[in-house]
């Protein structure tokens, strides 16, 4: 007998936890979004570098007015090869999409990474989804599918993302643990 399928997901282990959440209907949608958040942090520590959000901030923020002025869009695709794949890609597209519209300074920069921040949490989603069609039953997989988008739409990603970009710290997102049995599920 299976522990269930999130066991066996080829993902990190905070999205192992935000499967076993989202699967299991015990757990109340707030608490399958405080398993996003540390999903996503863990994404970020392995494969973000420090020097990409240093050189993303100097672009958006650290900018002084020049007579021939390089366009934002040109400085991001300078930094394709640091962004590395996963995340740092993905922040870096919506980096260039803010940079399109308009955007600029602490604003655009915050809207890029909370932007890429959700777009992973969806891919994350996805890929969950996808795990349970193949270890599971189609109205399984959908309905965890289903309870993580819910879930990212309560998610506090801007929080995350203003820590990132360390605009202001903040406490770390933690989960509930649950010491007894009064502790159990909410009603």
């Known amino acids: ?42 994404d970020c520590r392995a494969e973000m570098a420090e020097p990409f959000l240093d050189a993303l901030w100097r672009i958006f923020c650290g900018r002084e007015p020049a007579l021939f ?47 890429g921040l959700t777009d992973r949490a969806a891919r994350g989603a996805r890929q969950v989804e996808e795990h349970y069609y193949r270890k599971s039953t189609t109205p399984r997989a959908q309905r965890v599918r289903a309870r993580i988008e819910k879930a990212i739409a309560g998610a506090a990603v801007e929080g995350l993302a203003r820590r990132i970009l360390k605009i202001e710290d903040g406490p770390t997102a933690r989960l509930t643990v649950h010491q007894g049995l009064d502790d159990g599920v909410r009603f």
């Not at 999130?6 to 707030?30: I, T, Y």
């Open 1 to 42: 007998m299976s522990d269930g399928p999130h066991r066996s997901l080829p993902m990190r282990l905070g999205w192992r936890r935000v499967a076993e959440c989202g699967d299991n209907h015990a757990f109340a949608p707030d608490e399958v979004s405080e398993t996003i958040i540390p999903a996503l942090e863990q």
């Open 69 to 115: 002025e390089v366009s934002i869009n040109q400085e991001l695709q300078v930094l394709r090869q640091d962004a590395g794949p996963g995340i740092g890609r993905v922040i870096l597209d919506h980096a260039i999409l803010a940079a399109e519209r308009g955007k600029s300074g602490k604003d655009g920069l915050l809207e890029a990474v909370r932007n």
